[in-house]
């Protein structure tokens, strides 16, 4: 009797466990029906039970189905969000997911590339705002290259690889860098896209031939991008609807061809972040970075110095006894912050708004002094301010119909 009931007991639980597997795999691969309270299908809450990721059968075949002809971007903002440091990642895998990356249609705060190499539009106005908003970018890694006022590289590097110090430091277990198996691509579009100075395919072409001669093993690519337009004086660079569209084309064109034979046959992840430091420093770590020049950015220019330099150890490990020693004990300095600011606010009352953009660079050749060696501090003792800017002033309308036959050009190409 006693094996009789274990048997009947094996056999129930058996059949009980067959009906489980029987329903759930026709509700799995068949069932739609949308849950009231958050929007997800019923295949989708038996994926997030299971443990699995439910994105993931929504992009089975990758980048190869179509773009939607109604683009519309799920994520906006006006302005740059913060604190900036606690930003999730979103990640595109196929062009239905393209729409979720987030846009920002007014950054004029932390511009890393830009105010680090002191060159573009109001680069001073972009420190200045850093160091006026401590709370949101305090031990970012351009307030702390601010607070340091060394202007030197190891400086920004050392500033860098205290960042990624930060990181390995902190409890997340998300990776901070493309592994040994994946080649990274940054790749700025939005504003960017107007001054494309070649066809965006030549991206394409960088990574077989990096994969042919360097990585015949790598099967993931991960393009870093951010939707970001800049507000300048003149509005030359307000959001537009034409580029977003354009941006997200680009994409699409590029990770198809990445994951077809001929271009690589790549697992391609499009990843964006609101975070620059972090999105820096993935670039710069990472092992197998590619920068086509394919649009001008000082961004590319700083992680073509960061990656040599940080994959040096020895190089690495000098920038952060640099920082250990010269930078961080200015951080907590007494009323630093405040006199460096007050510097900042200085020299924009004295540099008008329609110079050249290099004028910074075109100055210190044209006095001979070393660009790396002149501190902000440096400046604000410089004397004739209105003679020094005369040289470089065009005038907004000039600048205007610069950007605008660039812009043009690159339409009739």
């Known amino acids: 009797m006693r094996v009789f009931c274990r048997a009947w007991l094996v056999a129930f639980a058996l059949r009980c466990t067959l ?9 799995l691969f068949t069932g739609s029906t949308r849950s009231p309270r958050n929007g997800k299908s019923t295949r989708q809450l038996l994926l997030s039970v299971l443990g699995g990721e439910p994105d993931d059968l929504m992009c ?9 002809t109604d683009l519309e971007a799920k994520t906006f903002f006006e302005a740059m969000p913060g604190p900036r440091r606690y930003q999730l ?16 249609t007014s950054n004029d705060a932390y511009r890393l590339g830009n105010a680090v190499e002191r060159q573009g539009v109001d680069w001073l106005g972009a420190r200045r705002q850093v160091l006026e908003h401590p709370k949101s970018f305090e031990d970012s890694i351009l307030y702390n290259f601010l607070m340091g006022d060394v202007e030197e590289q190891r400086a920004f590097l050392g500033c860098v690889a205290n960042y990624k110090r930060k990181l390995n ?53 991960v393009i870093m991008t951010l939707l970001v337009w800049g507000e300048d004086k003149n509005h030359m660079f307000a959001f537009s609807q034409r580029e977003y569209k354009q ?14 034979k001929d271009g690589g046959n790549l697992r391609v992840i499009i990843r964006s972040t609101l975070d620059a430091d972090s999105d820096f420093v993935y670039s710069a770590y990472s092992p197998h970075l590619v ?16 990656n040599s330099a940080v994959l040096d150890r020895q190089r690495e490990q000098f920038a952060i006894d640099f920082f250990d020693s010269a930078i961080k004990p200015k951080l907590k300095a007494a009323g630093r912050r405040e006199e460096i600011l007050t510097h900042y606010i200085n020299l924009e009352s004295h540099v008008p708004d329609d110079v050249v953009v290099n004028w910074f660079q075109s100055e210190v050749r044209r006095t001979g002094l070393a660009e790396h060696s002149v501190t902000i501090t440096q400046m604000s003792n410089w004397k004739d301010w209105p003679g020094r800017m005369r040289p470089y002033r065009v005038g907004l309308r000039a600048y205007d119909i610069g950007v605008r036959s660039i812009q043009r050009a690159a339409q009739e190409k």
């Open 19 to 27: 009906c489980f597997c029987f329903f759930g795999t026709i509700i």
């Open 60 to 68: 089975l075949d990758g980048f190869n189905d179509a773009m939607q």
């Open 89 to 104: 990642t979103t990640t595109a895998r196929c062009a239905k997911e393209l729409t979720n990356l987030p846009v920002v």
């Open 169 to 221: 430091d902190s409890p997340s277990r998300a990776m901070h860098h493309g592994d040994n198996r994946t080649i990274v691509v940054p790749l700025r579009l939005s504003d960017k896209v107007r001054f494309m100075v070649e066809d965006y395919p030549v991206v394409n072409s960088a990574i077989v031939r990096y994969k042919r001669m360097h990585c015949p093993w790598c099967d993931t690519l």
């Open 247 to 260: 941006s997200l084309a680009v994409l699409h064109s590029i990770a198809k061809t990445a994951q077809s």
């Open 291 to 306: 920068l086509p020049v394919v649009t001008p950015s000082s961004w590319n220019r700083l992680l073509t110095f960061c």
